[in-house]
């Protein structure tokens, strides 16, 4: 079954220490995606990435970093200088012939990872 | 500024009826992508239904469908025959040409037995 994966689904963390989060995609998408939810709200993006190394940052970037060395992993690396880490974090891929050429391709979720920071 | 606003933070359904979750959004594009998505408590985004702008006929998924009225700018989700699976948070969202996914902050269902 084709879908994306992150691990692990929870995830504890001292302050001061970096932590990557882990996500796989087999569904041969271009664009991946990293979200941050925090309790009762929207979504808000973190990073994303079109094509194999190349990704920019979205709304709340600061804090945060990401690679993208292989077509099906997009990690995302939660570091020290993250003020408020603690969050629900959601990886995405959605599949794009070519940057915006349709806006009518959803975009595929994985199970999350639930990062706690004290 | 592209925008979702979603004004209903909490519903309820009593079962096997059916409900409408409010989306207004804000644009000035003519061309433009709408999406709804369910966050059952496990976490996971499902995708739910898409509305393209120029689409004439209303969205329909099952017991999904979308009253799209572009004049107004809206996009509510109906749910038809409530089910106690169908409790969950939904969120709209929209997409234009070159750029990202804009999220609401999302309704909360509760569907009562």
């Known amino acids: 079954d084709g879908g994306i994966t992150q691990s692990p689904k929870y995830l504890f963390r001292k302050e001061g220490q970096n932590v990557t989060l882990s996500c796989e995609q087999n569904l041969n998408h271009d664009a991946m995606y990293w979200y941050r939810q925090d309790p009762g709200q929207g979504l808000r993006l973190i990073y994303y990435s079109q094509i194999v190394n190349d990704f920019q940052k979205g709304d709340i970037a600061e804090g945060y970093s990401v690679s993208r060395e292989k077509k099906e992993s997009f990690p995302l690396t939660v570091t020290s200088a993250q003020k408020n880490p603690t969050a629900f974090y959601l990886c995405?891929?959605?599949?794009?012939?070519?940057?915006?050429?349709?806006?009518?391709?959803?975009?595929?979720f994985g199970p999350g990872t639930r990062l706690t920071v004290t | 500024a592209q925008k979702i606003t979603q004004t209903q933070p909490g519903m309820f359904v009593q079962e096997k009826e059916a409900v409408t979750l409010d989306c207004t959004y804000d644009t000035s594009d003519q061309s433009y992508g709408l999406f709804w998505y369910k966050q059952p408590s496990s976490g996971e985004m499902i995708f739910l239904i898409y509305?393209?702008?120029?689409?004439?006929q209303n969205a329909t998924e099952g017991r999904y469908s979308l009253n799209f009225q572009k004049a107004r700018k809206s996009a509510n989700l109906v749910i038809s025959a409530s089910q106690l699976g169908d409790s969950a948070m939904y969120f709209c969202a929209m997409r234009h040409y070159g750029q990202n996914f804009v999220f609401g902050p999302g309704t909360r269902l509760s569907v009562l037995p």
């Open positions: 995405a891929s959605s599949e794009e012939t070519e940057w915006g050429a349709a806006i009518s391709y959803e975009q595929y």
């Open positions: 509305q393209g702008s120029y689409d004439e």
